[in-house]
């Protein structure tokens, strides 16, 4: 349309009650529209809507409840992050990566010691910021291996990973995603496959493993790829003889039991 159409319209819309223009703003959820209301002698407007897309970006992650705008500020200023780090949703997944991995440049933390530093990383805001910046939940570790944040979070030994995995889930995050093939071991397990296949630390780790398990079950991860991906490439073991097998501790078997039926329902849910 031309400047003149463009104009009327914008005339036209204008005159709309500032309740109803929040209110199509926030269904909306996108800031082009207060964009396209950026004429001076429409700044009630302008104001209105820039108010409903701030309410929708509050409610897009359930218990983070920040705007773009107010993530974007801390990101920067608490935490230091510049361009390269922002430049993009993927960038910005990228650093997610980094910090469930406890890496920094080059240097990544320990195994045994992410789950620490993880938690100091949860409780700060950084990653929730991220989230709320738009980084991009579904990012997939440049080694080859493919791990995705959910892939990352199952062996992870800190007591805030549920927390989190429900709002990289709410974010968007994909419960099924596979790993690439470059590790005959990882290659093709979904998250809930992958679960299983490192050893736990001890016994808390373990039943943090078997509750994540649950999780994603629980979320809608599809349990009969993870079970054919238990399978594939060679393997012999299905879901439930994995859970058998690596359970040790006589304290958890409530919880590898709940999680086998969980596995077995789902299954016969979905042969039927």
Same mark, same amino acid.
């Given at each position: 349309?031309?400047?003149?159409?463009?104009?009327?319209?914008?005339?036209?819309?204008? =005159?709309?009650?500032?309740?109803?223009?929040?209110?199509?703003?926030?269904?909306? !959820?996108?800031?082009?529209?207060?964009?396209?209301? /950026?004429?001076?002698?429409?700044?009630?407007?302008r104001?209105?809507?820039?108010?409903?897309?701030?309410? /929708?970006?509050?409610?897009?992650?359930?218990?983070?409840?920040?705007?773009?705008?107010?993530?974007?500020?801390?990101l920067? !200023?608490?935490?230091?992050?510049?361009?390269?780090?922002?430049?993009?949703?993927?960038?910005?997944?990228?650093?997610?990566?980094?910090?469930?991995?406890?890496r %920094?440049?080059?240097?990544?933390?320990?195994?045994?010691? &992410?789950?620490?530093?993880?938690?100091? %990383?949860? %409780?700060?805001?950084?990653f929730?910021?991220?989230?709320a910046?738009?980084?991009?939940?579904? =990012?997939?570790?440049?080694d080859?291996?493919?791990? /995705?944040?959910m892939?990352?979070?199952?062996?992870?030994? /800190?007591?805030?990973k549920?927390?989190?995995? &429900?709002?990289?889930v709410?974010?968007?995050?994909?419960?099924?995603?596979?790993?690439?093939?470059?590790?005959?071991?990882?290659? !093709?397990?979904?998250?809930?496959?992958?679960?299983?296949?490192?050893?736990?630390?001890?016994? #808390?780790?373990? =039943?943090?493993?078997?509750?994540?398990?649950?999780?994603?079950i629980?979320?809608?991860?599809? #349990?009969?790829?993870?079970?054919?991906?238990?399978? $594939?490439? !060679?393997?012999?073991?299905?879901? &439930?003889?994995?859970?058998?097998?690596?359970?040790?501790?006589?304290?958890?078997?409530?919880?590898?039991?709940?999680?086998?039926?969980?596995?077995?329902?789902?299954?016969?849910?979905?042969? $039927?």
């Amino acid at each position: 349309r031309g400047p003149r159409e463009r104009s009327l319209s914008h005339a036209l819309i204008s =005159r709309l009650p500032t309740a109803l223009l929040r209110e199509i703003a926030e269904t909306l !959820g996108h800031s082009s529209i207060v964009v396209a209301f /950026s004429a001076r002698d429409h700044a009630s407007a302008r104001q209105a809507l820039r108010d409903g897309v701030d309410e /929708s970006e509050r409610k897009r992650i359930p218990g983070i409840a920040m705007t773009i705008r107010a993530a974007e500020r801390r990101l920067r !200023g608490e935490f230091g992050l510049d361009d390269a780090c922002l430049e993009s949703r993927d960038a910005a997944g990228d650093h997610l990566l980094e910090v469930i991995q406890g890496r %920094t440049g080059d240097t990544i933390v320990p195994y045994q010691e &992410r789950g620490e530093a993880f938690d100091h %990383t949860f %409780t700060s805001g950084l990653f929730s910021c991220l989230l709320a910046f738009g980084a991009n939940p579904n =990012r997939i570790t440049d080694d080859g291996i493919d791990f /995705s944040p959910m892939h990352l979070f199952t062996q992870l030994r /800190s007591s805030y990973k549920i927390n989190a995995a &429900r709002q990289l889930v709410a974010a968007g995050a994909d419960l099924d995603f596979l790993c690439g093939p470059k590790d005959e071991y990882c290659a !093709g397990r979904t998250p809930l496959a992958f679960a299983f296949f490192c050893m736990p630390f001890d016994a #808390v780790h373990e =039943r943090m493993i078997l509750t994540f398990a649950s999780f994603l079950i629980e979320n809608g991860a599809d #349990v009969d790829q993870a079970n054919r991906s238990c399978m $594939g490439y !060679g393997r012999q073991r299905s879901l &439930r003889e994995h859970i058998e097998r690596r359970v040790y501790h006589g304290s958890n078997l409530d919880a590898a039991q709940r999680l086998a039926q969980q596995i077995a329902d789902a299954l016969w849910l979905w042969s $039927g």
